[in-house]
């Protein structure tokens, strides 16, 4: 059964960046396609971008191309998302979460806290 | 890319049936059967309830079904119980250079 363990909360000020984690385990990353999702408070869930099996390559939404940076480390089945040049609206829960068959996202992290505040 | 839209709140009696709907467009809902719905607590991550339109995954309780009609897609809840309070959120494939994209969210509320 697969789980993802996500990192910890962070707080970054205006114009820095961040870097979040998503550690699998009860399978290799190399057999799932990872895909992050974010919600700021309140608010609704934002697909950011992931792996296309289609393809074979990292797509990301164009809201956020040119700012967002999602890398797989397959020694330690780590995922990573990385967004540069924070603003406040940045402030939200960033999930790791698996598309699986039906391209439904079947398996979520918990869930990870980004403040953006000066 | 818009999101699709759902209404922002449906209520029901315990054991009642409400239904939840999720439009969009011929490039998303009403293009593939790539949709799917999710259960979502508070302070909790999302969880996979509905997909390709109408299939459950296991441990999902045969209360819960989907369905779609040209552009709109349906999630319906028999027998509602008080667990059932939570937001709900539709979500499809698109043809667009964003390739998912989810629904606005629904509250439930269990009267």
């Known amino acids: 059964q697969v789980q993802l363990v996500q990192s910890g909360a962070e707080v970054k000020k205006p114009g820095a960046s961040v870097k979040v984690s998503c550690k699998v385990s009860?399978?290799?990353?190399?057999?799932?396609?990872m895909h992050w999702v974010r919600q700021a408070p309140g608010k609704g869930l934002e697909w950011m971008g992931g792996f296309d099996p289609e393809d074979g390559e990292t797509i990301y939404a164009q809201k956020f191309q040119g700012r967002v940076t999602m890398t797989e480390d397959t020694s330690t089945d780590t995922a990573y998302m990385e967004l540069s040049s924070l603003r406040s609206e940045d402030t939200a829960v960033y999930y790791c979460?698996?598309?699986?068959?039906?391209?439904?996202?079947?398996?979520w992290g918990q869930g990870t806290m980004v403040t953006v505040s000066s | 890319q818009s999101a699709l839209t759902q209404p922002a709140s449906v209520s029901g009696s315990p054991g009642q049936s409400i239904t939840i709907s999720c439009t969009g467009t011929s490039s998303d809902v009403g293009g593939y059967n790539y949709v799917s719905w999710y259960q979502q607590h508070p302070g909790k991550a999302p969880k996979l309830m509905i997909y390709?339109?109408?299939n459950r995954p296991s441990g999902v309780p045969d209360r819960f079904s989907g369905s779609k009609s040209g552009n709109t897609a349906s999630l319906t809840i028999s027998g509602l119980q008080a667990e059932d309070e939570a937001d709900y959120y539709c979500?499809?494939?698109?043809?667009?250079?964003?390739?998912?994209?989810f629904g606005t969210g629904t509250k439930v509320t269990v009267l």
């Open positions: 009860g399978y290799t990353l190399t057999e799932l396609s």
């Open positions: 979500s499809s494939y698109t043809s667009s250079s964003t390739l998912y994209v």
């Open positions: 979460a698996t598309l699986g068959p039906g391209a439904a996202f079947d398996i």
């Open positions: 390709e339109v109408s």
